[in-house]
């Protein structure tokens, strides 16, 4: 668990991270959406380079969920 977001294993190449989730805290929980949102940018931004994780995509549009490698 990190600040902005849960990693939880996919397989043994990808990891999924997922925004935090407070119950009854919809305004704390967009905040962590919105974080993960821009942690997706950024790897948009910054493509592929051998320093930086690999970002393989969106893994759920509802949630924001990403997938890195």
Excluded: W
């Excluded at 902005?4 to 989730?21: F, L």
């Excluded at 929980?29 to 919105?34: A, F, K, L, P, T």
Aim: glycine share 8%; net charge negative; proline share 6%.
């Amino acid at each position: 668990m990190g600040y902005s977001g849960y990693i939880c294993k996919a397989d043994e190449d990808t990891i999924i991270k997922h925004p935090r989730y407070l119950p009854d805290n919809e305004p704390y929980n967009e905040v962590y959406r919105d974080m993960i949102s821009t942690e997706k940018q950024t790897y948009e931004r910054l493509g592929n380079h051998k320093g930086i994780i690999p970002f393989l995509g969106v893994h759920d549009q509802s949630t924001g969920a990403i997938k890195l490698a």
